[in-house]
């Protein structure tokens, strides 16, 4: 089983930006896919990047693409969300998920993840 947690989220202004990470612990990160979703006040939850396990490939929803970046280091067994140009919209609890097999496929549906971080606050004023 493997636990993941998050950090890195907290309250920046319009067009800041922070880095979020995603701790795994277990032996087995490094042959995963691995990906980010945020839930915001009153909504579903939502997929927003995905990485493949060498980190060859990523995707991104359309609301983020090209500001957001997907990374990762599986010597640190570590994944992480680089967000840019942030905007009040992306107000959200953000997670980290693993999806038990070394490559994604769009759709990118939550149930499709079996292991899920505990989340981190990300707040963008305006």
């Known amino acids: 089983q493997v636990q993941l947690v998050e950090s890195g989220g907290g309250l920046v202004q319009a067009g800041g930006s922070l880095r979020l990470s995603c701790v795994a612990s277990g032996r087995t990160f490094n042959i995963y896919a691995m990906a980010w979703f945020r839930q915001a006040p009153e909504k579903e939850r939502e997929f927003v990047a995905g990485i493949n396990w060498r980190g060859g490939r990523t995707y991104y929803s359309d609301s983020v693409k090209g500001r957001f970046t997907i990374s990762r280091d599986n010597a640190k067994k570590t994944v992480y969300l680089q967000m840019n140009s942030l905007k009040p919209e992306d107000t959200a609890v953000y997670c980290c998920?693993?999806?038990?097999?070394?490559?994604?496929?769009?759709?990118?549906?939550?149930?499709?993840?079996?292991?899920w971080g505990q989340g981190t606050q990300v707040t963008v004023s305006s």
């Open positions: 998920a693993l999806r038990s097999t070394r490559y994604l496929q769009a759709p990118f549906d939550e149930a499709d993840f079996g292991s």
